[in-house]
């Protein structure tokens, strides 16, 4: 008779999310109240950055992750935008370069000095403009150095290298309606997108043209998202017919049907999808929600596996996404979140179980790091290069054992000009006077079995005793203390 397995076998069954102490959060921000459904929030191992309310233009605040607590009102901002902003990206090959847009239809590229800033920072080192309307999506390419993306409600895309200031590559003829979302692959030789039509296009920028599309991936009219897969297939987050909210995978080579199609819930705010291409791994979060929702994604059917979610009380406004060299690999960390609430910052840790204080290899395999594979005119003259990847076993740091040291020589050295008479030790302490009285039995036998165990142990009774006679005296002091005490208290003096 065989048994079907009723539990799927996952190392992440049991990753569970954990939000850091008040005083570790980010307090008294104003986050942006824009009707917008970008995340809000960038996150890199240095910066945080959020997009917040200002009068009479556009900021965000860049706090460096360490300044935790009340944020003064007169914090400086990024303010150089003459309209609200609406998305912002940290690049991934310079810690210190922010890219924002905005709907002043311009795009700025900004540079942080090393501890944060002291003053508003009100001159970009780039100003790239070439659309005609707002621009709500920016995203950097992958692997090229100096490669930016960003879509506006002009319904264009644009390729710029940012050294230049030029334009790469403008595709104007792609997307008939607005651009809800743009997503680079993992070699960054495409990126998908997603459209007010309900279509999910592939599109091959230096060629200019749709690869494949899909028509109708979500048929709700609200918001969808799509991102691609460390394998080449995509992730969309949509809306049904009736509203509710959805999650679908799809093979390119085959969009006719998704390969995995999941209904959560008939809530209204859009999801937005973060994906870990070490751990494969989705997390998905509701603008207005409460909780984040964590699925894995595998090569066998169902493909699409739900692990747990993480809920909290506050809704959420936005959300940063902590990229993997930036974890704290010690304590099994495989994801942090920034959740922006209405004046708040509140860091959520998503965390493995392990007993283990070792380095786990399984969980932080090689992750991509900040080097870029290649330069713009490269990636331009056609070349492709997947990320240079690096090992996080160097940001482990093993935990502190004290060292076993023995050394029976200098222990007999101490320990002589400590030693005192049992005679003196037997009138203050009987006790001690048993311990002493039995000291000749236990040398003569050591005697017996050889003259140099007879001497250690000799001189181990006498640390032994003189260490009595120690706590002897110190608890007669402790009764003379008591003592005193509890006549102050009883006006006795």
């Not at 895309?157 to 050294?163: G, K, L, M």
């Not at 607005?178 to 230096?206: E, M, T």
Request: hydrophobic fraction near 40%; proline fraction near 6%; glycine fraction near 6%.
């Amino acid at each position: 008779m065989s048994f079907r397995k009723v539990v799927r076998q996952s190392k992440f069954r049991h990753v569970f999310g954990q939000p850091v102490k008040n005083d570790q959060c980010y307090d008294d921000i104003r986050v942006s109240r824009v009707t917008w459904d970008s995340t809000f929030c960038a996150v890199n191992p240095k910066f945080v950055a959020v997009i917040v309310e200002a009068s009479g233009g556009g900021a965000f605040m860049v706090l460096p992750l360490q300044k935790t607590g009340r944020i003064d009102k007169s914090y400086p901002t990024v303010c150089g935008h003459t309209g609200p902003v609406l998305d912002i990206d940290w690049c991934p090959h310079n810690d210190h370069i922010i890219a924002s847009g905005s709907e002043d239809c311009t795009i700025m590229i900004w540079q942080i000095p090393e501890n944060g800033l002291t003053l508003p920072l009100t001159e970009p080192v780039v100003v790239l403009e070439g659309h005609s309307k707002r621009v709500g999506i920016i995203t950097w390419h992958p692997t090229a150095r100096h490669v930016l993306l960003s879509a506006g409600c002009d319904n264009v895309v644009i390729v710029w290298n940012v050294a230049t200031t030029e334009e790469l590559y403008r595709l104007d003829d792609l997307h008939p309606d607005l651009i809800y979302s743009v997503c680079w692959n993992r070699d960054g030789s495409l990126f998908c997108s997603a459209c007010k039509d309900k279509s999910v296009r592939i599109i091959d920028p230096r060629r200019g043209q749709v690869v494949v599309e899909k028509e109708k991936a979500h048929e709700g009219a609200r918001p969808m998202k799509a991102i691609f897969l460390a394998d080449g297939k995509i992730f969309t987050t949509g809306f049904s017919r009736m509203s509710e909210r959805q999650l679908a995978l799809w093979d390119p080579e085959n969009l006719e049907e998704p390969m995995a199609l999941q209904e959560l819930d008939s809530s209204n705010g859009a999801l937005l999808p973060f994906y870990d291409p070490d751990t494969n791994i989705v997390y998905v979060c509701g603008k207005g929600d409460s909780s984040i929702r964590y699925f894995e994604i595998t090569a066998e059917a169902p493909y699409l596996h739900f692990l747990n979610t993480f809920t909290s009380k506050e809704p959420q406004r936005g959300m940063g996404w902590m990229p993997k060299r930036g974890l704290d690999v010690n304590k099994c960390e495989i994801a942090r979140f920034y959740k922006l609430q209405e004046r708040k910052c509140e860091p959520i840790i998503m965390t493995v179980p392990r007993k283990s204080d070792l380095f786990q290899d399984d969980l932080y395999p090689d992750t991509a790091g900040p080097e870029p594979a290649m330069e713009a005119e490269d990636w331009v003259a056609g070349k492709t290069a997947p990320p240079i990847l690096i090992s996080l076993r160097e940001a482990y740091v093993p935990t502190k054992q004290r060292d076993f040291k023995v050394n029976r020589r200098t222990l007999l050295h101490e320990s002589r000009p400590a030693a005192t008479s049992s005679a003196g030790l037997s009138a203050t302490h009987p006790s001690a006077m048993s311990q002493s009285a039995a000291a000749p039995a236990i040398s003569a036998s050591s005697a017996a079995s050889g003259e140099g165990g007879g001497q250690i142990a000799e001189e181990v009774l006498r640390e032994l005793a003189s260490l009595r006679a120690l706590v002897a005296a110190q608890g007669e002091r402790i009764a003379r203390l008591e003592e005193q005490l509890s006549r102050i208290e009883n006006g006795d003096v």
